[in-house]
């Protein structure tokens, strides 16, 4: 009796699986055709492309490894655009989280402005990627701009202009990249709130001051929030693209020809499409690099509450 | 020790307030030197407020370039953002509904998939992209700006589906016991209860699509299509710039959208970032 009802069940429930199989496929169709044809179709004909030549006019032809044997031994600008995104990745992001982890330490306090000082600190990250704002940097940084009579009226004389100089161009846009520290200051802001207060307390009783409160309670327990916070902005970091096209365009002497500056001279005003998925998968790789090696490092350094024993 | 806390508390807003202003000054100067005459803009750097009031600037700027004003360029932006929006929040909602509470075969890797889609730069795919594009005829359309971004965001599926997993499991048995089946219960229970994650997605999706200079770079090439961030690049090219009163006022509006909303949303977005660490 029970094995007969099991059997005239057992293909109803087939049926309903079949149905929660199709109802899961209608709920996640758009984003899987998306992701098909916009994303794993590219991302397939781009790491093929990479080994081709192709100008968009004639057929690609198969050219092997060549276009990788190029970039690393007959492309001087491939050295120099990696040269400066790696100096932008490893001077800009430091900064950036250590200047949003400061400003997220003076706001965490009780305070009727605090929500106010946070929209301001936070409205550069807003408008910080938009045209406007890199037009806006230039005149901030050219010779009579901003910066320059800031310095005057201070006294310091000044009169190179920060953006077409080949020592500090680089800098402008570092600085622009810091000046956007809000999302990560944010994200620190959350952090901190959720440290308990009795630890600090404890502390003090113990006769710790602020700085030892600082280094032995507030960053160890910070620590998950720096490496989630380090992953993403270097993700980031390595693909600046437009503020450094709008500012400065690359000079002075490619000075801030950053890595994907270089890649889309070279898909799309050289046409050599296969070179550029050549770079782009370069690229790739050392992002996942530096991305695993922050994942492998962060037993040394990150902090998990659960740890304690 | 009162008297303590409370120069304490004075150092701490002039500090904090110095800091602000200092950060957003260039902002403000912007926004003064847009309304002032055009030729003092740049060697009255100095001054903060304009001697003389001028409005010419907007009125200059709007005209554009080229026979095409900035009506057209805001009208395009505007059409991009907004269907782009929509599209993205659907279709996230969606797919966070489904990869959260429908169980069905394949969930597991095409979530990996989804996943990963956040770590590949987007340089790898900008080439073939192009290249589909151009050979389905939409180069010179809104399409490719538009299209894609119907499959939704993996950041603001993943978002949703933190929210999701705050409502409780019962409530969908219960519902499922009441013969609700699963899209009713999406379209009944679900999504007016992911509202807040919604609506931060559809901000974000807004300010990303409004400032998105390498899509329109790429595919728009007609002034009739620009959209305002294009047309700002080429407006405001140093070889090609003599205005730069119209230059720093189309600047100007070219950011209000944008901080309009930003004003009146900061809530969702510091509550949005603070759960999902989403960069901006």
């Not at chain 1, 806006?136 to 009169?159: D, E, H, P």
């Not at chain 1, 602020?210 to 902005?233: A, D, E, G, K, S």
């Not at chain 2, 219960?174 to 509202?195: N, Q, R, W």
Request: charged share 10%; glycine share 8%.
């Amino acid at each position: 009796m029970t094995k007969q009802n099991q059997a005239a069940l057992s293909p109803a429930l087939r049926r309903r699986r079949l149905t929660e199989t199709g109802i899961g496929y209608l709920f996640i169709g758009p984003w899987l055709i998306c992701f098909l044809a916009f994303s794993l179709v590219p991302f397939v004909i781009s790491f093929v492309l990479s080994f081709m030549d192709y100008n968009m006019l004639s057929a690609p032809t198969f050219v092997g490894f060549s276009n990788y044997v190029k970039l690393f031994t007959g492309d001087k600008l491939f050295k120099t655009s990696l040269g400066v995104t790696f100096r932008f990745v490893f001077i800009a992001i430091p900064l950036r989280l250590a200047f949003a982890l400061l400003v997220a330490l003076i706001l965490n306090r009780q305070s009727k402005m605090v929500p106010l000082y946070r929209v301001v600190y936070y409205l550069p990250s807003i408008l910080g990627g938009s045209v406007a704002v890199s037009v806006m940097w230039r005149y901030c940084f050219s010779k009579t701009g901003v910066l320059n009579t800031a310095l005057q009226a201070i006294g310091i004389a000044s009169n190179i202009s920060w953006i077409s100089n080949k020592d500090t161009a680089l800098w402008s846009l570092i600085l622009l990249f810091i000046w956007q520290f809000g999302s990560p200051m944010l994200i620190f802001l959350s952090g901190l709130k959720q440290i308990p207060k009795s630890y600090y307390e404890a502390a003090e009783c113990d006769g710790a001051g602020p700085l030892v409160r600082f280094f032995r309670i507030t960053l160890p327990l910070l620590t998950p929030i720096i490496f989630f916070n380090l992953v993403m902005q270097m993700i980031g970091g390595f693909m600046v693209f437009s503020q450094a096209m709008i500012i400065t365009d690359g000079g002075p002497m490619n000075r801030t020809l950053v890595y994907a500056l270089y890649l889309y001279r070279q898909s799309f005003a050289y046409y050599k499409m296969g070179y550029g998925c050549a770079m782009a998968w370069v690229l790739m790789t050392i992002i996942g690099f530096f991305t695993l090696l922050v994942f492998r490092s962060s037993s040394a350094w990150v902090f998990y509450e659960n740890e304690i024993k | 020790m009162r008297q303590k806390k409370a120069v304490n508390t004075v150092c701490f807003h002039l500090f904090v307030g110095f800091l602000g202003f200092i950060m957003i000054y260039p902002l403000i100067w912007m926004v003064f030197s847009s309304f002032k005459e055009s030729s003092l803009v740049l060697s009255t750097v100095g001054q903060l407020f304009p001697s003389k009031w001028c409005t010419d600037n907007y009125v200059n700027g709007w005209s554009g370039f080229g026979g095409t004003t900035f009506t057209t360029f805001f009208k395009n932006s505007f059409i991009v953002t907004i269907l782009t929006v929509i599209g993205n929040v659907i279709a996230s909602a969606m797919a966070a509904y489904g990869f959260s509470r429908v169980k069905f075969k394949g969930r597991g890797f095409w979530f990996v998939c989804m996943m990963i889609t956040m770590m590949v730069p987007s340089q790898v795919l900008v080439v073939p992209q192009y290249v589909i594009f151009h050979s389905l005829g939409w180069v010179d359309t809104f399409l490719p700006l538009i299209v894609p971004e119907w499959g939704g965001r993996a950041f603001f599926i993943f978002m949703m589906m933190q929210f999701i997993a705050g409502i409780p499991q019962e409530l969908d048995e219960a519902a499922e016991i009441d013969g609700c089946g699963k899209i009713h219960m999406f379209s009944t229970i679900v999504v007016p209860l992911i509202v807040p994650s919604m609506a931060t997605s559809a901000i974000f999706s807004f300010y990303w699509k409004w400032d998105d200079f390498m899509g329109s770079l790429l595919y728009l090439n007609s002034p009739k299509n620009y959209t305002v961030s294009i047309a700002l690049k080429l407006f405001c090219d140093p070889t090609a710039v003599s205005d730069y009163g119209a230059m720093f006022a189309m600047c100007v509006v070219s950011l209000l959208p944008v901080i309009v909303l930003f004003l009146f949303t900061q809530r969702y977005i510091v509550e949005g970032i603070a759960m999902s660490g989403l960069k901006a």
